[in-house]
């Protein structure tokens, strides 16, 4: 079981960027695949990106596409999200999660060891 550990949010103007970091425990994390997610008051836990375990393919949903970049540092045991240009819309909480396979996958249900989350709030 992988243990995780996000941080890196806050409040921020629209236009605006922030950079969450995941810092995980345990030495299979650099075999798992990445996946970032975020949940909305009232709404459903959404996929945001993912990054594979080996070669830095990256997964990211539309919403997020050329504004957000995932990253992993190896050495760090780490993942990351970079957010710019970020709007009232990406206010959520964001989480970080590993999925046992190598591949950046974007179903929620691929996932398995979750971190306890970070806000994001965007204001107009």
């Known amino acids: 079981q992988v243990r995780l550990v996000e941080s890196g949010g806050g409040l921020v103007q629209a236009g605006g960027s922030l950079r969450l970091s995941c810092a995980a425990s345990?030495?299979?994390?650099?075999?798992?695949?990445v996946g970032w997610f975020r949940q909305a008051p009232g709404k459903e836990r959404e996929f945001v990106a993912a990054?594979?375990?080996?070669?830095?393919?990256?997964t990211y949903a539309d919403s997020v596409r050329g504004r957000f970049t995932i990253s992993r540092d190896y050495t760090e045991n780490s993942a990351y999200l970079q957010m710019n240009s970020l709007q009232p819309e990406d206010t959520a909480v964001y989480s970080c999660?590993?999925?046992?396979?190598?591949?950046?996958?974007?179903?929620?249900?691929?996932?398995?060891?979750w971190g306890q989350g970070t806000q994001v709030t965007v204001s107009s």
């Open positions: 999660a590993t999925r046992p396979g190598i591949r950046p996958l974007d179903q929620i249900s691929e996932y398995e060891s």
């Open positions: 345990g030495r299979t994390f650099n075999m798992y695949a």
């Open positions: 990054i594979s375990a080996t070669d830095g393919s990256t």
